[in-house]
């Protein structure tokens, strides 16, 4: 396929998605709903909305923090505005062309800090599987939390023996997978075991560098701030400020991994946390509100301060580039 063509269907599809998905649950949503669905906006605690987008913004601090953890074993020490603007490059980034913001993040700290590109990326690979593999615990820990519901949820949709054949397939394909990796010899097996054994240099880098414990310890922090900033908007609408935990916990989950999909979630995400939310007993308009409300804000806060470091990054570092 010619190159242009794909990096031109890559910025596309993600876009069309999320572009379709918003029509479709405005056509889906009935006058009266959609009536509900601006009260839920007219009547939000937007304090509660802005002090959640203030503790994302702080996470990003974090992580900015955190990244100098991983830099310094490579003989490097960014100074932590440029850190911070660097992650605000990249979120912005990946709002405009999903999965770009890793390599302008690499650029960033490269033109601002002089740390080669190579060695940046690879840090920031290393730190999406620290990511990844949170993300997965904290999936676990919601579906633990929430099983009850959600199998008596799919057992009214979904024929028992079509569940009990999922549940089989989901056992069965690690299996499956482990004899594909050992026996296979498709140029498909040999990318997958690259991934993999890149996943693994990536972790055991996290393992010996020497502020791991300082690291790790910023990792639980990020991803509190990020939970903390999920439940704090859920007070600004009166219908979900009194939903559980294990809810909260898995309507962030569910949302987290929108951002995969679209850019940074158009669309995706408020259809899938007003899916999710619709579950649990939460009505369509009120999902629907809430999901908006949580996105937008988020997005804002995003577009607000990448723009600003692109500004001030020139301005902060002239005379040091």
């Known amino acids: 396929m010619n190159k242009s063509l794909a990096t031109f269907l890559k910025i596309f599809i993600p876009l069309a998605i999320g572009i379709f998905l918003i029509w479709y649950i405005y056509t889906s949503l009935t006058p009266e709903q959609l009536n ?29 923090y955190r990244w100098n953890f991983m830099l310094e074993p490579l003989g490097h020490k960014a100074k932590l505005a440029n850190s911070f603007m660097a992650v605000s490059v990249a979120y912005l980034m990946n709002v405009l062309i999903p999965k770009s913001g890793e390599v302008s993040r690499a650029i960033v700290i490269d033109k601002y800090e002089k740390i080669p590109f190579e060695k940046g990326f690879g840090t920031i ?64 097996n040999k990318k997958i075991k690259d991934f993999i054994f890149g996943l693994k240099d990536g972790v055991l880098s996290i393992l010996t560098m020497k502020k791991k414990g300082a690291f790790i310890l910023h990792s639980f922090i990020i991803w509190g701030l990020y939970i903390l900033s999920f439940y704090t908007a859920s007070l600004a609408l009166e219908e979900t400020s009194l939903i559980t935990f294990g809810t909260i916990l898995i309507t962030f989950v569910v949302g987290s991994f929108t951002f995969a999909f679209t850019n940074s979630g158009l669309g995706t995400y408020p259809a899938a946390i007003m899916g ?26 995003i577009i607000l301060f990448g723009v600003l470091s692109f500004i001030f990054l020139p301005i902060y570092n002239k005379g040091r580039v």
């Open 125 to 188: 690979i290393s730190e999406r599987v620290v990511d990844l593999l949170f993300l997965l615990a904290f999936t676990i820990t919601a579906l633990l939390l929430r099983f009850d519901e959600l199998y008596n949820y799919l057992k009214d949709i979904i024929p028992q023996k079509t569940i009990y054949i999922i549940l089989a397939a989901i056992v069965l394909m690690p299996v499956g997978f482990f004899l594909f990796l050992k026996f296979s010899k498709s140029n498909i």
């Open 276 to 301: 999710i939310l619709l579950v649990f007993g939460i009505t369509k308009d009120v999902g629907t509100a809430f999901g908006w409300i949580v996105w937008t804000s988020n997005i804002a806060s």
């Open 36 to 64: 509900e669905v601006k009260t839920h906006f007219k009547n939000a605690n937007y304090a509660f909305v802005l002090l959640s987008v203030a503790l994302s913004v702080i996470s990003h601090v974090f992580r900015a």
